[in-house]
């Protein structure tokens, strides 16, 4: 179900009774009745008009807090999403982190991030080799259990190995891993850079499509201040889940929770931009997703969940989507019992087939339902024209089963 949607403000009359005089040669007797008859009428129809005002704003807050769009944020909230620590905040923070810097091997620096008692890790500026080597099972960094993670200005996580033996695997290859359980946060402060070394004339043949830049995995309470993520063999960032089973056989899913980012940037990737398998409050301030290409679906943020314990509840500020080969951004509808997704603005920039798409899904499997349970609202979507393209095309919601989809924009704006 797709609308395009304008607000309407009910509006309820009030007139008042006016009593004309009788005849001054009336009887007190019968002018005091009529005067006593017309007061009653005139307190009645008063005392009707206040019930229906009181009662249309007592079903106009009802139906505020019961509709399924969030109250707008304020710019404020946005713009301290992962607040700056101050100088003198950083000094403390400096005095007492362990240094980590390019000198040091892989398997040296791991060792670090897995060990508990060095809560405050600082990368100091340089270029980090991460080999990527399936046989020995090597995969890149993994973060946990992390107080804050500071990265100077200039730090790279470089990727290097051999795409056609490691990625074409179903398993998932994260270069930069992250995965935290426990309830305080872990802070990156500064910019968390990964280059996959995707080399598109030189890997023209290749197929794989699970070497993922940066992901998330069963993470709790993560703050980021930028991540840019390119030229990775899958995904530019993945936000997805861990899987298990009951004793009882049902399946289990452990999402990310509480996950916010001030600003995330991928280009360049042979699969998506940014692909969100599930979580819950998951919060990003800006996205910019460039130049997806590879293979299928090729968006600049795809929304997939791909089982039924995969749910999720995400609030994203601004998408900047251009020159995706196929979407700007595009969902698969799937067994999830709960999709919220909530975009203040989206611009899309010449991609390819159109910005929203409702109609890919490989995953797809096609249902019935009792009640709408995927929400996707968006406030205001921004289209850069590209010639010959129907203004029709630039939103695909087909094979949308209408009882269970709801997409709404608020606004959209066409430049030429």
């Known amino acids: 179900m797709y609308s395009n949607k304008t607000s309407t403000q009910r509006v309820i009359p009030f007139q008042e009774n006016h009593e004309n005089n009788g005849p001054k040669k009336k009887k007190i007797i019968k002018y005091s009745l009529i005067i006593g008859i017309s007061t009653a009428i005139i307190v009645s129809v008063v005392v009707v008009i206040i019930v229906v005002i009181k009662t249309k704003k007592k079903d106009d807050s009802e139906n505020s807090e019961n509709d ?16 700056t620590p101050s100088e003198e905040e950083m000094k403390v923070l400096m005095q007492t982190a362990y240094n980590i810097t390019t000198e040091m091997t892989q398997s040296e620096i791991q060792e670090i991030l897995s060990n508990d008692l060095y809560q405050i890790i600082h990368f100091k500026n340089g270029i980090y080799n991460l080999e990527i080597e399936n046989e020995n099972k090597i995969y890149g960094l993994k973060f946990s259990r992390k107080r804050y993670v500071i990265l100077d200005k200039g730090v790279i996580f470089n990727v290097i190995g051999e795409p056609f033996k490691t990625y074409t695997d179903y398993y998932a290859i994260s270069f930069v891993r992250v995965v935290a359980t426990k309830e305080e946060p872990m802070n990156f402060i500064g910019t968390l850079e990964i280059n996959g070394n995707r080399n598109p004339s030189i890997d023209a043949d290749y197929k794989g499509q699970w070497g993922m830049g940066l992901a ?9 201040q930028e991540i840019y993520s390119y030229n990775n063999h899958g995904d530019g960032i993945y936000i997805g889940s861990g899987t298990g089973y009951t004793e009882s056989g049902e399946i289990q899913c452990n999402f990310c929770t509480n996950i916010q980012i001030g600003k995330a940037r991928s280009k360049g990737n042979y699969r998506n931009g940014i692909s969100v398998i599930a979580g819950l409050n998951i919060t990003i301030n800006e996205i910019y997703v460039e130049e997806s290409i590879g293979t299928l679906p090729e ?10 314990c995969e749910i999720m509840d995400i609030k994203i500020n601004k998408i900047f989507s251009s020159h995706n080969n196929k979407y700007g951004i595009t969902t698969c509808p799937s067994e999830s019992e709960s999709v919220n997704v909530s975009i ?6 010449h991609d390819s087939l ?24 968006i406030k205001k979507v921004y289209f850069n024209i590209v010639d010959g393209r129907d203004r029709e095309k630039y939103i695909v919601t087909q094979n949308w089963g209408s009882d269970c989809h709801s997409l709404e924009i608020d606004n959209i704006t066409f430049i030429e």
């Not at 969030?70 to 946005?78: A, D, L, V």
């Not at 798409?357 to 009640?371: D, E, R, W």
């Open 354 to 377: 159109s910005f929203i798409n409702g109609n890919y899904g490989f995953f797809a499997l096609p249902k019935t339902c009792s009640k709408v349970q995927y929400f996707y609202h």
């Open 68 to 83: 399924s769009t969030s109250p707008p944020i304020s710019e404020s909230f946005w713009d301290n999403l992962v607040p």
């Open 216 to 224: 998330f995995y069963s993470s709790k309470y993560i703050n980021f």
């Open 344 to 349: 203040n603005e989206a611009h899309s920039d």
């Open 299 to 308: 968006a600049g943020i795809d929304f997939e969940p791909n089982k039924i």
